[in-house]
């Protein structure tokens, strides 16, 4: 600083008439020193800048992928509402001896379209449970299977895209204590 | 790259993050996907009985009913307490559990962007203590990030709607109504501080009752019209449980909605047509409740409804036109829009990562307070108070202190947070001990009680000798249980008890008082006034000093007169001996004794003022 306030009086003494500073900066070396260490920091965050921007960039490319997806995940849900009211009454016709020939038929065109969008069922059926796919609402007590076993299905789940769209809800067996 | 700052909502029942994308907020997806929760996932932990890998988030929740024992929820209540798991022969303190729902956090983050995620800025109830602050500082440690920062919610919500940019002064009432619990807050916002005016709440409300009682209603229509009852029906009401959701949320946008189950028992199906009208009467009882909440929090902060500037909505259920409708009635006045009120923490918390990233430009530097009074104790369990509640942090302040007897070689700090003027009824923090004081008079001894808060309200005391240099410090662990009902029980507490405690307070200061001029007036009367007063002004002290110490125990009045009567006497020696004195030395003698006369263990001295000076 005290430098600084002696080469002014220097320079003032040289030319008084011109007072500017500015004309004093550029003349002096270590100035430029300086200028080009304040462009190359602005330089670095620039970059730093535009490779933010470009990642930002990637990452909305991904999402808006994911967004799409999940519109379409949520419109499937509400379909597979309709498909299983379908299965329900085709099984309760069934039962009774109906012919369920053209539900059967109206089921098989659904699934298709299920399959098209890469919707499948979980298994459930005599399967472990497992947290990542199922969630267990009852525990029910039962010595003829391993505990743990998936004994009854409460409520379909589903994968879509080799992702969880919907856990199954499920029971599961429990070892009968006896005292 | 400058590395990137995450905001996290770490709830009680869920939690979300979210972190600054080409300048705006966006949650970070939790890697289950979309689950009831929406884009959180809940905060609860478990480990499975078959020893495999610990589970958190909707997994722990899926097991929860086979495994309730090694199933945590809720750990967030138990922040900053002693309070331990056992699990599978293991212990498991709160923030290590907090800490494995933040190591999911920063995974999923980490698989959103692409990048290493180190760093985050944490949400915290507003009346979270320095115990539950530096717990939840520690959950962010154990899970390997470095906590930025730590903000209160309805601050981070008031972010999230860019309160902050307003230039003017503003009070928030922000109204965060989530699964469970109810939180009401009230704020003043100037000059880029979020001040804390008062907190209020249910910790028993939530939107979680509001579809119980639409499945009890569409349930009972059905037994009334069918005759059939089927809550024995897990099958049924699973299906009645996810159709009375997706109704309540249609609701939210159309009049009227149907919810049809076909062959929800064998042949029959449930049909029933529910307004907006008809929802809204079924929850209205519910969101009445909310009312005693609100009213408690402007009589605490002491404004009328009308002096609110902005009103914030928090969680899922101030989705609803009814609680919307029911808050602008309550304060007259409409709530801000634009952010989902389930995201706003987690927005917030990411707005303020952003700040602190450079990702975000903002001319404000967001301050936070302390939540309450922060002191040391001090002869006969006074509490000195050292940072006052609401100061804005990071600060730093000390005062300097004495000793309380004379060769006194070591003090114990205490360090206490509370509203009351008593330590015993405040809450202590931890406390330390300064040794190898040289041994000196009473009152001699300079020892300076440094207070430093840092960013994120976790406080350093250092105590250091004035005269040796040699120093203590404590930085404060979460040792002390204070849970949010005794966080306002201790509120409540100070206003009630304000009376009671200015008594106590006052009896103990003239004790003190009385005590520390008996010695002064010992020492004076015994050693540097010996040669100079008459016999009989000698016995007269004597006895007035014995009188004094006789009356120590008993109440304020009588302590206070023997004490006036004593000073009455030494007035007269002084004056006359100043009347026949010359050399100035006497002079500077009484004033250095009339220091001491005002110190206490430890008390601070007259002359050191508190440096007010706060950092940055």
Redesign the interface.
Known sequence: MVENEENDEIFLGKDEQNNSKQSKVDETPIDYEQRIDELNDLLEKEK?KS???L???Q??EK?TV?RIN?RE?KIILNFLTVYE?FV??KN?YEKEGGNVDNLNSIIKNMESILEHYEVKPIEVEGRK?D??F??????IEDNDHEE?TIVKE??KGYIIRN???K?S?V??S?KIIKE | MAERIIGIDLGTSNSAAAIIQGGKPTIIPSAEGQTAHGKAFPSVVAFPKDGSAMLVGTPAVNQAVTNPENTITKAKRKMGTDHVYKIQGKEYKPQQISAFILQKIKKDAEAFTGDKITKAVITVPAYFDDNQRQATKDAGTIAGLEVARIINEPTAASLAFGLDKAKQDMKILVFDFGGGTLDVTIMEMGGGVFEVQSTSGDTKLGGTDMDQLLMDYVKEEFRKKEGVDLSSDKKAMERLREACEKAKIQLSGVMETDINLPYIHEKTALEVKLTRAKLDSIVTSLVERCKPSIDKALEDAKISASEITKIVLVGGPTRMPIVKKFVTDAIGKEAESGVDPMEAVAFGAAVQAGILAGDVESDIVLLDVTPLTLGIETLGGVREPIIERNTTIPTSKDKTFTTAADSQTAVTINVVQGERPMVADNVSLGSFNLTDIPPAPRGVPQINVKFDIDANGIINVTAKDLGTGKDAKITIESSTKLSDEEVEKLKEDAEKHAEEDKKKKDTVDIKNEAESFIYTTEKLVNQDLKDKISQEQGIKVTDAIKELKEVLSQDVDQIKTKLDALKAILNEITTELYKNATPPPGADQQKDETKSEEKSEPEPEPESKPDEEQSK
């Open positions: 730093q490779l933010r921007l990642a930002d960039y990452n909305l999402q994911d999940a995940d009211d329900r009454a309760i449970f947290p990542k199922h969630e267990v609402v009852q525990e743990g409460i409520a992702e969880i769209m856990y809800k029971c599961v429990k």
